[in-house]
């Protein structure tokens, strides 16, 4: 990881849709290579290849694995665009020296107002009810009392990291009981921990799921917890949709086994299932967890401010776990 100053062009590949705040974000010293898929990058000549030192990957629909870094020998540094990056391979980064930075905090209190809003709008029917005065219902008849409500609920919030934690005051502020699951107990929180899924689910009727995608929470809310969740069972999922069995989920709303779901993100996305839309005890999102203006531009400036301070010759801002580059 060396990053070295001085007068010469940083060659910079721009990976993903065209994001006019990375377009213009750069001074003259940086020469911009955009390929917006990976079906383009196979387009990059050898020159051009040999001179990339960064890249910013603006979304998570392009992949950039071991295969797409080795493409780039002078590669220093991956700047991705998002929190989660569960499509930039950061093991292969590491071991190749190379730095990877997401896109943490901009975006978590509007992560947080999409799922306790879904969760609302899941609980009280909002979309049904919609649609019930959109078709002229209301006029004959009142729309029937919701079964669910917050009022008698207790979450359990998968994943207790920085959104995990703005959901929870959210809740908090709601007067909704909350505890949470992850591996490791987080200090100075007041809300139970539960290092075990299953007690968890028990234990609640709710779950807002908020861990990062990748192996390690691949399905894990799988049958067992939603059986565990039970009959009043509702989940929220603004996570990944590699978090959650979609066919599960499918077959315990069907059956009863659990209530109700709340879902920003799917397994196969832009494909969703049509047993999903069909139902009508589901609240569908099109992936729109951190999609504000607002937020978007401070997610696209953060990942320019990233590869600018590093080409300044210091730290990244906003490293991720697996290659925490220290000051230089
Ligand atoms: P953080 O890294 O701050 O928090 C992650 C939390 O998940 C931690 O509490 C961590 O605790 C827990 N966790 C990680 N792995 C596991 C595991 N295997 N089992 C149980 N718990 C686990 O991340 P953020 O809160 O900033 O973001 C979380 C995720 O939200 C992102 O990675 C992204 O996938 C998703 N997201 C979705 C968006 C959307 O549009 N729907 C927008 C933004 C983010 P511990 O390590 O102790 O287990």
Known sequence: MSGNISSEKIDLLIYGPNKPIVDKGFSDQFVLHPF??????????????????????????????????????????VASFGVGYDHV????AREHNIVV???????????????????????????????????????????????????????????????GQAVARRLDASLVPVVYHSRNPVAGVKHKHYPDLIEMAKAVDTLVVIVPGGPSTAKMINA?????????????????????????LIA???????????????????????????????????????????????????????????FAGNAPLTPVAETPAKGR
């Open 89 to 92: 391979d950061a093991n292969h």
């Open 36 to 77: 917006e898929s990976r079906a383009d990058l196979d387009r990059v000549s050898p020159a051009v290849a040999a001179k990339i030192r960064g890249a910013a990957v603006t979304y998570s629909t392009v992949r950039c694995d071991g295969a797409v870094m080795a493409m780039f020998p002078k590669l220093e540094i």
């Open 101 to 163: 930075t997401n896109t943490p905090d901009v975006l978590t209190e509007e992560v947080a107002d999409i799922a306790m809003g879904l969760l609302i709008a899941t609980v009280r029917e909002f979309i049904k009810a919609d649609r019930y005065l959109r078709s002229g219902l209301w006029t004959t008849q009142q729309y029937p009392l919701s079964v669910g409500s917050l009022r008698d609920r207790k979450v359990g919030i998968v994943g207790l990291g920085r959104i």
């Open 224 to 248: 067992d917890v939603l059986k565990a969740l039970g009959p009043r069972g509702v989940v929220v999922n603004v996570a990944r949709g590699s978090v959650i069995d979609e066919e599960a």
């Open 252 to 310: 315990a709303l069907k059956s009863g086994t659990i209530l109700a779901a709340g879902l920003d993100v799917f397994a196969k996305e832009p494909a969703v299932p049509d047993e999903l839309k069909a139902m009508q005890n589901v609240v569908l999102l099109p992936h729109i967890g951190s999609a504000s203006v607002v937020t978007r531009n401070a997610m696209d400036q953060l990942v320019v401010d990233n590869l600018k301070t590093w």
